[in-house]
């Protein structure tokens, strides 16, 4: 099973809050650190807001964090949330539906893949130390200056 870029950016995200979270972060820091689309982004940003996974703040100082610790984010519901409905081999469609037994042992096999995630949260994810080692390896760890911002 290959994820979509909405749940890839989705984890980044997530990611990248979980290691800020002594801040509000903005989403053009979030999409500079990752060399991604700010718009694409900002469409993430809003599904995770509405859905609980994140906050936002509108206004001048305002921006992005976790609506909670990441020990409280399992990646199971984070996944299962920005994948939605999946359907693996899309089997409502094809002329054997009925005929093939195959749809069962593909639900079991989604079901075992979301059952293993779901024994993790965020924070498993970012393992021991890890905090640090995204701090070296994303370019912008601290938030941007004014000057930089107007650029």
Do not use: W
């Amino acid at each position: 099973m290959r994820l979509t870029r909405f749940s890839d950016y989705a984890i980044r995200v997530a990611l990248y809050l979980a290691a800020h979270d002594d801040r509000l972060c903005s989403i053009a820091e979030v999409a500079k650190a990752y060399d991604i689309s700010q718009n694409h982004l900002m469409k993430v940003v809003s599904d995770l807001a509405r859905a609980g996974f994140v906050q936002s703040q509108r206004g001048r100082t305002g921006g992005i964090r976790l609506a909670c610790p990441p020990s409280e984010i399992n990646i199971g519901a984070l996944i299962r949330h920005t994948e939605g409905e999946i359907d693996l081999v899309g089997c409502t469609e094809c002329r054997l539906n009925g005929a093939c037994r195959l749809p069962g042992p593909l639900d079991l096999a989604l079901d075992a893949f979301f059952a293993v995630l779901s024994r993790y949260s965020l924070a498993d994810a970012l393992g021991q130390g890890g905090i640090e080692r995204l701090h070296r390896l994303l370019p912008l760890s601290k938030p941007p200056s004014c000057r930089e911002e107007r650029d």
